[in-house]
């Protein structure tokens, strides 16, 4: 039985952290946010992401899933507009341009990895004849069902879905906008495989910064609490869990207070 959470307390606890963060005390701030976690240790608020962000704390292999949760049942009726109208986002489109343009499809089963409200599974719908959609956030998929793009889907967590899954291998898996909030990738990747008929395609793709900033890491939590991760590193656990790389593109993920996101689109294999 989870413990109840004092809400007055974390509220309190999180907002003194935030504005010790919003002084640029970034010591103060992580001792604020490791309160914030005693109060919360399954981190809603997404306290230990925040801490990486500032360089304090050990960069967690993923961000937690209460946070992705909460983060995206705050944001499901407003989150296309925000996504594509403010942020720019146009990754489903660059999925739909390369997958046309390398001649890869018609796809028979498509997994759509962190699905949201359905964007990337209504922009390749007329490729593909089955989709599955799966996203941890109740609301996002509640958006996704209402428009009928899906044939199945499932509020749950990749890692976890692409585990317990005994249906049937898919020959498409998409993953845009997920590795965000991932720091290690083999799981997903190998999560990925073993869900996978040979020669299946895997597109997903990825925010990253320079390569002075990561300065040899595989990954870390960028300025705005999402992680990044170094071309090496996905090329790297790619190779390790089967796959061969199509492409790699560079890309402009989204606009971040008036400033381009640096990413990869990545379009691979799995080996036969």
Do not use: W
Not at 15 to 22: Q, T, V
Not at 53 to 81: C, I, N, W
């Amino acid at each position: 039985m989870a413990k109840k959470i004092d809400e007055e307390a974390l509220a309190e606890a999180y907002n003194r952290a935030l504005a010790l963060e919003k002084a640029g005390d970034a010591d103060a701030a992580a001792k604020a946010y490791e309160q914030v976690l005693e109060l919360d240790p399954d981190d809603h608020g997404g306290a230990a992401v925040r801490m990486a962000a500032m360089g304090r704390g050990d960069t967690p292999p993923k961000a937690p899933d209460a946070y992705v949760e909460t983060l995206f049942d705050q944001h499901a009726e407003s989150f296309e507009e925000i996504l594509v109208e403010q942020l720019g986002y146009a990754v489903p489109v660059l999925v739909r341009q390369r997958l046309q343009e390398l001649k890869l499809g018609p796809f028979k089963r498509m997994l759509d990895l962190g699905c949201g409200t359905g964007l990337t599974g209504g922009t390749l719908r007329d490729m593909v004849d089955d989709i599955t959609g799966i996203d941890l956030s109740e609301n996002m998929v509640e958006i996704a069902h209402e428009k009928d793009l899906y044939e199945t889907l499932y509020v749950a967590e990749a890692e976890d879905f692409l585990e317990d899954n005994e249906e049937e291998p898919f020959d498409l898996v998409t993953a845009t906008d997920v590795l965000p909030y991932l720091g290690a990738l083999e799981p997903l990747f190998f999560g990925a495989s073993e869900n996978m008929v040979p020669g299946g395609i895997f597109v997903f793709s990825s925010e990253t910064l320079p390569e002075d900033v990561l300065s040899g890491r595989s990954y870390m939590v960028g300025p705005h609490q999402r992680f990044a991760h170094s071309e090496i590193y996905i090329r790297e656990r790619l190779s390790a869990t089967g796959f061969e790389v199509i492409e790699i593109s560079e890309i402009n993920v989204r606009m971040q207070d008036g400033h381009p996101t640096p990413g990869h689109l990545v379009i691979a294999r799995l080996k036969g």
